[in-house]
């Protein structure tokens, strides 16, 4: 597992050091996220951080690629109506759900004016910790998640 982290890191690393002009810094933000399902009834948001390390690398004028290492949290607050026995959970709970998740994402961003960039690129998450109330959860949920991130930047 570590030789796939590593991996992941030296591809990322190498494709902004590719470009003719680097840039590096610190990421930090906020995460509101909730989940759905047909155990849940009602699900309350929840609000985590993201932080990590950003490479900015210049592909064309106006194009660049940016790559991201962040940490982040996700989570939701879920009410239970039913009994749910893989979660040992009795009607009427209330139950916190927190995940942790190392980031990879890999962005194309178009500046369009100095100023105005637009992004849009893959994302691997790895899972690190999953937390259903008291006990560890790892089995409930898929260790990798692939998605699409996209965005503007200003």
Same mark, same amino acid.
Do not use: C
């Given at each position: 597992?570590?030789?796939?982290?590593?991996?992941?890191?030296?591809?990322?690393?190498?494709?902004?050091?590719?470009? /003719? /002009?680097?840039?590096?810094?610190?990421?930090? $933000? $906020?995460?509101?996220?909730?989940?759905? $399902?047909?155990?849940?009834?009602?699900?309350?948001?929840?609000?985590?951080?993201?932080?990590?390390?950003?490479?900015?690398?210049?592909?064309?004028?106006?194009?660049?690629?940016?790559?991201?290492?962040?940490?982040?949290?996700?989570?939701?607050?879920?009410?239970?109506?039913?009994?749910?026995?893989?979660?040992?959970?009795?009607?009427?709970?209330?139950?916190?759900?927190?995940?942790?998740?190392?980031?990879?994402?890999? /962005?194309?961003?178009?500046?369009?004016?100095?100023?105005?960039?637009?992004?849009? $690129?893959?994302?691997?998450?790895?899972?690190?910790?999953?937390?259903?109330?008291?006990?560890?959860?790892?089995?409930?949920?898929?260790?990798?998640?692939?998605?699409?991130?996209?965005?503007?930047?200003?």
């Amino acid at each position: 597992m570590k030789k796939i982290y590593f991996g992941i890191l030296f591809s990322m690393v190498s494709l902004v050091a590719m470009g /003719q /002009q680097n840039y590096f810094g610190v990421k930090a $933000g $906020g995460t509101a996220s909730m989940f759905s $399902g047909s155990s849940a009834e009602i699900n309350d948001m929840s609000f985590g951080y993201h932080a990590g390390i950003t490479g900015l690398g210049r592909l064309g004028s106006s194009l660049f690629l940016q790559t991201d290492i962040l940490y982040s949290t996700a989570g939701a607050q879920e009410f239970f109506t039913e009994i749910d026995d893989a979660l040992a959970v009795t009607p009427n709970t209330n139950l916190s759900v927190n995940l942790s998740y190392v980031n990879f994402a890999f /962005q194309l961003k178009y500046f369009t004016t100095p100023e105005l960039g637009f992004f849009l $690129g893959p994302q691997v998450n790895l899972l690190m910790t999953s937390d259903l109330g008291e006990m560890e959860a790892k089995d409930f949920y898929n260790p990798w998640d692939f998605g699409i991130s996209g965005g503007a930047t200003y």
